[in-house]
């Protein structure tokens, strides 16, 4: 199959959602930003677009795919949602949170996407240019983030361009997304779990439920037997550059990704330094994150040193995608 790429440079326009509905009717596969990250779309139930969605970014195909819709009324149609779940729904739609549900009878959505799964992840996306996609599309989007596998999220149209260019059929350019980092991801089971924190900090979503969440340590995701957050490898969200984490000082050759005002002990000599946040806003610095390790990672620096970051707010998110960073 041929594929060709067109990078369009285009607002929130009347033709945006028309466009990419009518590449993802024909099986194509289409950037588009959310307000999380961009996300590479495909037609949620064409297991082919899917097979090919899977090849583009190189990721396991036991790694199942959020399915994007367009409001709380489709997302029923292809998950069962129990009461806390509409709750989480009723409050945090559109938005970034992701809900993983059991599959509804009928559910349409390809075994592919899924893994195999009994279960299924549903989000309804607040990116005005998605939910024109959507609601274009008129059925299930599956999205992952628009990287290749293992890689660094991107949160511009030309990180996914790096990445994906070549390989993927059409990338909507809507400018730098809002948050920063993926959606919080919530297993709405027995007890609501934590399976990834996101662009919703845990407190928001504890205070709605009025309970704390479930956190599963991370080696439960690699019993093959209880795959609760299957994607959530170890190793992931990773430059090529090594990292250093919790770094009170800059060694020589390192650069540094810097939190905050204080000035630490070597960064008049590091070789370059990206400051997620003067101010210390943890909002700001997820915003910032992804795409100031691309840069530190194009630098050339021995290593990317870290300063501390705080674990409140999005700073769970933070810290665990820089944790997923560090893993060689
Ligand atoms: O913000 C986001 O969620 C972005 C944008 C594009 O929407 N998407 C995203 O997708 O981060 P992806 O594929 O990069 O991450 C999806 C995560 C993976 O860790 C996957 O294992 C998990 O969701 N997941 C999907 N279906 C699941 C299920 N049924 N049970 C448990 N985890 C699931
Ligand atoms: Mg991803």
């Not at 019993?223 to 060694?251: C, F, W």
Request: charged residues 20%.
């Amino acid at each position: 199959m041929t594929v060709v790429l067109s990078t369009i440079t285009i607002g929130d326009g009347p033709d945006v959602g028309t466009l990419a509905a009518r590449r993802l009717r024909d099986g194509g596969l289409v950037a588009f930003p959310t307000e999380t990250v961009y996300g590479l779309g495909a037609d949620a139930i064409n297991a082919k677009a899917i097979a090919r969605l899977y090849a583009a970014k190189g990721r396991p195909a036991f790694n199942p795919l959020i399915a994007h819709l367009c409001n709380l009324e489709a997302a029923r149609q292809i998950a069962d949602f129990n009461a806390q779940a509409l709750r989480l729904a009723e409050v945090f739609w559109p938005g970034p949170l992701t809900l993983v549900l059991p599959r509804a009878a009928g559910c349409p959505v390809a075994d592919l996407a899924t893994a195999g799964l009994d279960t299924i992840a549903v989000r309804v996306p607040a990116h005005p240019i998605a939910r024109k996609i959507l609601r274009a599309f008129g059925g299930p989007v599956v999205a992952p983030s628009a990287n290749l596998s293992g890689h660094v999220s991107p949160t511009t149209a030309a990180h996914v361009q790096n990445d994906l260019g070549g390989r993927i059929d059409l990338i909507i350019d809507g400018g730098a997304v809002e948050v920063g980092v993926e959606s919080t991801i919530v297993g709405c089971f027995d007890v609501p779990t934590l399976l990834r924190p996101g662009g919703v900090p845990r407190g928001e979503i504890e205070r709605v439920l009025a309970r704390p969440l479930l956190r599963p340590p991370d080696d439960v995701d690699s019993d093959p037997k209880q795959p609760l957050a299957p994607g959530m490898l170890a190793s992931h969200y990773a430059p090529r550059t090594k990292i250093r984490l919790n770094a009170g000082t800059v060694e020589a050759g390192e650069a540094l990704l810097a939190f905050g005002a204080e000035a630490i002990p070597g960064i008049d000599a590091a070789s370059g330094v990206m400051n997620l946040s003067v101010r210390g806003d943890l909002n700001e610095a997820a915003a910032n994150l992804f795409g100031y390790l691309r840069v530190l990672d194009a630098s050339g620096a021995r290593a990317i040193a870290v300063m501390p970051v705080p674990h409140h707010g999005l700073g769970e998110a933070i810290n665990d995608r820089l944790g997923r960073a560090a893993v060689p």
